[in-house]
């Protein structure tokens, strides 16, 4: 059974239907790829699975690990192990890296019903996550995103992906707007987290461009158009979606609807 399966998913934001009857399903191991035009519908996918209170789903589920969570807060879902690194994430003046990082931790083991992470060993498991992903130590000590660059931002998302340890990791556009450095930084972070002994990690890549599907491979590869899955292949769509673009996808699509 796969950790998430997605099952004729419509969304509706404000009086716009954005998705209109998506399925897809992402098994623990597996590394997906979510591409497509501009204005497709990724995004929405992204933040409808992690309950974006301003997304309505008027038809379909979403099951986790066989659970239906349609209608799961947000908080709720984070507990269950979905993980979000956004395209744009917040800066929070006043609240540093460390603090954050404690106490998405310790709701983390609230909701299992275990005591707060001592000092000691908050300590140790943030910095195993650095030398893992290769953020620096000084990054702890400044506000969350505050003062950040588009690259350390991304970074700091990975950081916390391998603080802590999701089963499913969606990543909406994290290669938007990074240098060539820091989008290999990120990508050598998603595969030392997913690649880690003992990792069921499943990955959701959400990207219009190619680049990162060259440092994170994908097992399987879907393209949105319209607000429906279209296409679906393994690492080999990539390389077509790079030779030809969207458009020989897109034209058969309109070319049916007629």
Sequence with gaps: MPDLEIRNLHVRAGDKDILRGVDLAVGGGEIHALMGPNGSGKSTLANVIMGHPSLEVTEGEILWGG?????????????????MAFQYPVAVPGVTVTKYLRTVLNAHRASRGEEPISLRDFRQTVQSAMELTKVPEEFTRRYLNDGFSGGEKKKLEILQLAVQQPSLAILDETD???DIDALRTVA???NT????????????????????????????????????????????????????????ITDEV?????
């Design 67 to 83: 659970e239906n969570i349609t209608e799961a807060d947000t908080d709720e879902r984070a507990r269950m192990g979905l993980f």
């Design 176 to 178: 938007s707007g990074l």
């Design 188 to 190: 050598e972070g998603v």
């Design 193 to 248: 987290v997913a690649g880690q002994q003992g990792s069921d990690l499943g990955v959701l890549i959400i990207t219009h461009y190619q680049r990162i599907l060259h440092l994170v491979q994908p097992s399987h590869v879907h393209v949105l158009y319209k607000g429906r899955i279209v296409k679906q292949g393994g690492p080999e769509l990539v390389g077509e979606l790079e030779a030809k673009g969207y458009g020989w």
């Design 254 to 258: 309109d070319a049916a609807a007629v």
